[in-house]
């Protein structure tokens, strides 16, 4: 999916209605009541005649351009869900694996698990990303900033820069 186009100069805040749902994660769900879902389930937004996914659509607004390869995958699996802390991005194909294979489902345990939010392509781009700061990092990944640092400093994911 190719990234929303006209947000820069043109933004116009959508009027978002949400109620709140409690979960299994630090932050309960916002269950989007302003805007109609799709047959998919995922509410959408109306921009540039595009209909981008509501969830995508406030990503991108909080943490800059999703790639064209990346899912925005649900902690909760809550598709009506737009609070941004629950979405985590990942390459495409990890994330259809770990639904197959039943690892998204550990999601729903909480956020205790950081590392495990992470993707070895998304590891690999925070490696190799010295522009950012590692708060930056962190809110665009998801993750503590500790779990950047422990990426970093080859703690984590070590083995991405020849292990240490
Ligand atoms: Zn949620
Ligand atoms: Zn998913």
């Known amino acids: 999916m190719s990234p929303i186009r006209g ?7 959508p009027e978002i209605e949400y109620r709140l749902e409690d979960g ?6 916002m269950i989007c009541t302003s805007h109609k879902p799709n047959s998919e389930g995922y509410p ?3 921009r540039d005649r595009k209909q981008p996914h509501m969830h995508r ?6 943490y800059g351009e999703i ?9 909760r699996k809550n598709r ?5 802390e629950h979405l985590c991005a990942k390459g495409h194909g990890f994330h259809s694996q770990d639904h197959k294979s039943g690892v998204a489902r550990l999601d729903m345990r909480g956020s205790k698990h950081p590392m495990s939010k992470l993707t070895e392509l998304q590891a690999r781009a925070i490696l190799a990303d010295t522009e950012h700061t590692h708060r930056c990092l962190a809110n665009k990944y998801g993750v503590s900033q500790p779990a950047i640092s422990d990426i970093k400093s080859g703690k984590n994911w070590g083995f991405l820069s020849g292990g240490k």
């Open 80 to 84: 009506a869900c737009i609070n941004v």
């Open 57 to 62: 659509y406030l990503y991108q607004l909080m």
């Open 44 to 46: 959408v937004v109306v």
């Open 7 to 13: 947000i820069g100069g043109k933004f116009k805040p």
């Open 67 to 75: 790639f064209a390869d990346t899912d925005i995958h649900h902690l």
């Open 24 to 29: 299994p994660l630090d932050s309960r769900c």
